[in-house]
Every structure is written in structure tokens, then in C-alpha cells.
């Protein structure tokens, strides 16, 4: 016993020997690193070979009303001598960055601002914070803001950690070269202030490629936060329709890493482990996360979005962000996401109320939920038990439903929803035209990574039969 206790307290103890943060190291946490053979031991790598294993990554979380206060000390405990602080031209004068630069100067932390974080990020934009961060040479990075401000950090910190390398190099395949990162990057930490992306837990970084007018993005576990400060008070500056557009992207994070396919249908198997994705399939894991996230959805979404004071709400979601986000970081998502690329990436005129910006966007949630009524419509015989359950955790009634009637279902219950957050009525209402379906179809035909993640695959004409029927919702 005392030996077996012996050798535990020495693992622990190399385990944590090389970390002076307060948030403690974190299994891959930067590039991983192979010796030579170890590959040898995932000996079937044929195209029909399937998956045999997943990984579950995660940056470390920090959660509480006004634990913000706190970065001071995270950052001054990484000893970092010059820290890139990223936000957007809104978030500047609101009271999270107030308290972020408070608590660094009372810590006495050099920082500098960057405010030009494009609100929908473009490769421009990545490329613009990455230049700034190359300039002013950072050794942290810290993030305040909402999805687009944390993936706008982490593309900067990557390129800015390999200034060498060619924009597309780490851009996913088919669109960029989708090489695994093997350079150290700078510690990050991240402080969302809006309840959806989760994107403080994961090594997601997701952009418009404005040449091809599609979304895509870099994806590797390298890439995500050393840590998370999750503090629900900034969510009450979220206005009315950014809160519901953001639940929209918790809700399908959390629906489609829960019906996705299960991780050992992937295929074929990594030649290594570097090569294993972030976006793996289901799996019992993630499995609890997103149902625990779309628990939260059904008692508070509501609530959250009409009154921005209840805090217990907002909350809420703010934690159900993180959940559903440790859920498909690990699992993915599919077709909701695969179809709300190009969506977004060709917007003609859409402005949304409650966005500050100078150029036409389609929400990332909204371009998500658009498209979710006829995308679980499409998916449900292929995996009827789970789409009966989610619409069953969502508040359905399910006692007399049967399973062959479960994607029309589903379907129907986030119509529901989506009607009850007063979500536009379909890409028609976007926007968009029949005439428009050609480009919508092959902007999404580039987005197979998230695309083969549905449990049932859709070809061409599939896909210009959902954005057709996406046209209109009610």
C-alpha cells in the first residue's frame, strides 16, 4: 500500500512539477509530442478502418460572480512580462474590460489592447490580430469578449507562436492544409462574456474565408485556453436578441454533439495520435455534458433571453455555454453548423438588432438555428432513440411517440422554441432566394469535417433540399 501510495504522489507530482499558474497545468495543453515508433502501436490505418478510442480535452474553468477581478493575479502568477489583451470596439468601454485592466494594473501586469477584433472574424481580421501580436511580440495572451474575440486570440496566438507559416497551413481541409500544430504556443486565457460559443473550453477557431464567402475554421486541442473565467455578471450587458442568438448556439451545440455519430463509426483511425481530431464523435463523455446542457436550456433559455436581470438565468446559460461547449469540443457537431457556414458567408444585407456593426451579419446562432428544424427533420431515422430523447429533455412529452416519427418531432420542437425567441422566419427572411440555394450548397460541401459527423451523411441534392426547406420555418 505505502509503495502504490508512493508512486501516485511521484506521478502527481511530475505531473505538476513544471506548472507556476494558479489554474495548474492541463494534459495537452500545447503540441503533442511523439517519440520515434510510437505511432506503430495503431497498426490499422486502411480507409475502412474505424476508431478505436477518444480523448477528452478540456481547459480548466474558473466559475463565479465576479471572479473576473482575479486575472490580475493569473496573469502576474505566468509571469508574463508583455500581455496582448484582445477585445472588439464595443466590450472596450464596458464594465468587463474595465475590471480586466483594473486587475491587471493592480497586479502590476504590462499589457497592451487590442480593439479592432472583427465581430464575425474574416481570415483578414485573424490575420490583422496575428500581425499585431507578431509586432508586439506577447508572451500571454488574454481574451475578453464573446466567441469572435476568444477565436480571434487564438488564431493570433498561433500565428503569431509560428511566424513562418502560411495563413492556410492550419486552415481545416479541403480549404487549407489542416497541419497538426507542432510549435508551443503562449498561454491564453479567455473571459467570455456571452452565453454560446463555449469556445473558453475549446481548440476551435472559426472564421469567414471571405475568397470562398464560406465559414470554416482551424481545429486543434493546442489551441485551447489554459483557462476559463467563467463570470455570469458580464452576461447582463448582453442585449435582448445577442442572448438569444447565443443560447441558439448552445442549444445545437449541445443537440448535435448528442446525435452525432458515435466515435467508434469514425473512421478511418488516426496513423497517430496527433492526428486523432478534436471533433471525435459522441461518446459517454461528452454524452453528459450535453445532456446536462440541454437540461439548462429548457428551464432557463427563455427567461435568460426576456429579462436581463435574472441573474439566476443568465447564469445558468453562462454555465450551460461551458457544459454544452466541454460536449461538442470533444464530440462535434454536424449538419446545423455545416449548413450555417455559407449562410453567414454570403449575407447580402442582414443587420441584427442589438449588434453594433458596420457590415452586414447573420449571427453565428441564428445562421446554426436556421436550418435546425429541416436538419433534424433529415437526421432522425438514423438515430431515432437520442433524437427522442433530446426533444423529451427539451420538455417533450414523449410517452405516446414513437420512434419512427422522432426527427419530425425534434423538428417540431425547436420550431417551438425558435417561434417563442421570435426567430426570423427562415433563410427567406435572411435574405436568401431560391436563386441562392447553388452557392449556399457549395459553400457547405467544403465543411466534411463537421458534415460526416451526421448520423445520416447527406450528398448534394441533400443538401439543396434542406436549405430549401430551411427557406421557411413556420
Not at 315 to 344: E, K, P, R
Amino acid at each position: 500500500m505505502a509503495g502504490a501510495r508512493s508512486r501516485a504522489v511521484n506521478l502527481m507530482a511530475s505531473v505538476g512539477a513544471s506548472c507556476s499558474c494558479p489554474a495548474h497545468s492541463q494534459a495537452y495543453s500545447g503540441p503533442l509530442k511523439l517519440h520515434r515508433g510510437a505511432s506503430n502501436i495503431l497498426h490499422d490505418h486502411s480507409p475502412t478502418s474505424k476508431e478505436y478510442a477518444f480523448e477528452m480535452a478540456c481547459s480548466n474553468i474558473r466559475y463565479g460572480h465576479g471572479v473576473t477581478s482575479e486575472v490580475g493575479q493569473d496573469m502576474a502568477g505566468l509571469n508574463a512580462k508583455k500581455v496582448g489583451v484582445y477585445t472588439d470596439a464595443t466590450l472596450i468601454n464596458l464594465p468587463p474590460m474595465k475590471t480586466v485592466l483594473e486587475s491587471l494594473t493592480k497586479h502590476g501586469v504590462n499589457y497592451v489592447v487590442y480593439d479592432k477584433v472583427r465581430v464575425e472574424p474574416t481570415d483578414q481580421s485573424f490575420k490583422d490580430a496575428s500581425d499585431f501580436a507578431k509586432k508586439e511580440k506577447f508572451d500571454a495572451f488574454l481574451a475578453v469578449g464573446g466567441g469572435s474575440v476568444i477565436d480571434t486570440a487564438k488564431a493570433a496566438n498561433l500565428y503569431s507562436s509560428d511566424p513562418d507559416a502560411d495563413f492556410l497551413d492550419y486552415v481545416n481541409a479541403p480549404i487549407g492544409k489542416g497541419k497538426p500544430v507542432t510549435c508551443q504556443l503562449k498561454p491564453l486565457v479567455a473571459v467570455p462574456t456571452t452565453s454560446g460559443t463555449g469556445s473558453e473550453t475549446t481548440g476551435v477557431a472559426v472564421f469567414d474565408y471571405e475568397p470562398l464567402q464560406a465559414k470554416t475554421g482551424i481545429a486543434n486541442r493546442a489551441l485551447r485556453p489554459l483557462l476559463g473565467i467563467v463570470d455570469p455578471v458580464h452576461t447582463l450587458h448582453m442585449p435582448e436578441r445577442v442572448a438569444a442568438f447565443s443560447g441558439f448556439d448552445v442549444l445545437c451545440h449541445a443537440l448535435e454533439s448528442y446525435t452525432a455519430i458515435n466515435y467508434l463509426e469514425r473512421s478511418p483511425r488516426p496513423t497517430s495520435p496527433l492526428l486523432r481530431p478534436a471533433y471525435q464523435g459522441s461518446n459517454p463523455i461528452s454524452d453528459i455534458w450535453s445532456r446536462h446542457a440541454l437540461g439548462i436550456i429548457q428551464k432557463y433559455f427563455t427567461r435568460a433571453v426576456y429579462n436581463n436581470e435574472d441573474m439566476e438565468a443568465r447564469s445558468q446559460m453562462h454555465l450551460a455555454s461551458t457544459f454544452a461547449g466541454i460536449g461538442f469540443g470533444n464530440a462535434g457537431v454536424h449538419l446545423c453548423h455545416g449548413l450555417s457556414y455559407s449562410i453567414a458567408g454570403n449575407v447580402k444585407t442582414h443587420q441584427p438588432c442589438g449588434y453594433n456593426c458596420d457590415h452586414a451579419i447573420i449571427p453565428h446562432g441564428l445562421s446554426v438555428v436556421i436550418t435546425a428544424p429541416a436538419v433534424f427533420n433529415f437526421t432522425g431515422a438514423a438515430n431515432p432513440e437520442r433524437h427522442l430523447e433530446a426533444a423529451e429533455i427539451l420538455g417533450r412529452d414523449i410517452r405516446n411517440d414513437k420512434l419512427a416519427d422522432a426527427g419530425p418531432i425534434l423538428s417540431d420542437v425547436m420550431k417551438t422554441i425558435m417561434s417563442t425567441m421570435k426567430i426570423e422566419n427562415g433563410l427567406s427572411a435572411l435574405g436568401y432566394t431560391t436563386e441562392d440555394l447553388p452557392a449556399l450548397v457549395e459553400g457547405a460541401l467544403p465543411q466534411d469535417r463537421v458534415n460526416k459527423l451526421a448520423p445520416r451523411y447527406p450528398l448534394k441534392e441533400d443538401l439543396h433540399d434542406l436549405y430549401t426547406s430551411a427557406l421557411t420555418v413556420y
